[in-house]
T-cell receptor, first 112, second 115 residues
Framework: GQSLEQPSEVTAVEGAIVQINCTYQTSGFYGLSWYQQHDGGAPTFLSYNALDGLEETGRFSSFLSRSDSYGYLLLQELQMKDSASYFCAVRLRDNYGQNFVFGPGTRLSVLP | EAGVAQSPRYKIIEKRQSVAFWCNPISGHATLYWYQQILGQGPKLLIQFQNNGVVDDSQLPKDRFSAERLKGVDSTLKIQPAKLEDSAVYLC?????????????FGPGTRLTVT
């Protein structure tokens, strides 16, 4: 089976830095994605890591350690609009139809 | 470019009734996914199409759910008969092999309530 774990909730204040962790146990692994979903909205893509290390995109960074089956999403200079749920997703297959399994999600609340 | 379109946005039915959802992916995207998202959980893949062929339907409850993607473009997901536990948001997503092919583009979803 496939298993992904994330903290259920994280709270931080505006301007702070927050890290959302994701650990996984899956039958296959070709990469780790992160998605943001606001209440009532659609998930939107944030990042994808196939190799170990840190990927930076503006205020958001994503890290992967394949040997530890672990990754995290780092959000800097938090803004109120970052309040949302964040999902990690493991890419299971390396073929034309990339298949992803999603984690349970972490609800981030940003306080003023 | 236009995003993934889904309809209807909301649907309320009684248990044992049938319902159908429609999805039109981003033009040119060969891969289409249907996910079920229960409140407070992550999206769960129901079925994945590559053009008009099924790549993965291992988590689709085939006794009551069916899906098709005729002509490799838009797709329909059907539930017949519905159960209370089918209450969820049904998300359609599409992806392309070109560029960042690991990015899935999600539609706004259909919120289904079964009473």
């Amino acid at each position: 089976g496939q298993s992904l774990e994330q903290p259920s909730e994280v709270t931080a204040v505006e301007g702070a830095i927050v890290q959302i962790n994701c650990t996984y146990q899956t039958s296959g692994f070709y990469g780790l994605s992160w998605y943001q979903q606001h209440d009532g909205g659609a998930p939107t893509f944030l990042s994808y890591n196939a190799l170990d290390g840190l990927e930076e995109t503006g205020r958001f960074s994503s890290f992967l350690s394949r040997s530890d089956s672990y990754g995290y999403l780092l959000l800097q200079e938090l803004q109120m609009k970052d309040s949302a749920s964040y999902f990690c997703a493991v890419r299971l297959r390396d073929n034309y139809g990339q298949n992803f399994v999603f984690g349970p999600g972490t609800r981030l609340s940003v306080l003023p | 470019e236009a995003g993934v379109a889904q309809s209807p946005r909301y649907k309320i039915i009684e248990k044992r009734q049938s319902v159908a959802f429609w999805c039109n992916p981003i033009s040119g995207h060969a891969t289409l996914y249907w996910y079920q998202q229960i409140l407070g959980q992550g999206p769960k893949l129901l079925i994945q199409f590559q053009n008009n062929g099924v790549v993965d339907d291992s988590q689709l409850p085939k006794d009551r759910f069916s899906a098709e993607r005729l002509k490799g473009v838009d797709s329909t997901l059907k539930i017949q008969p519905a159960k209370l536990e089918d209450s969820a948001v049904y998300l359609c997503a599409s992806s392309s092999r070109q560029g960042n092919s690991y990015e899935q583009y999600f539609g706004p979803g259909t919120r289904l309530t079964v009473t």
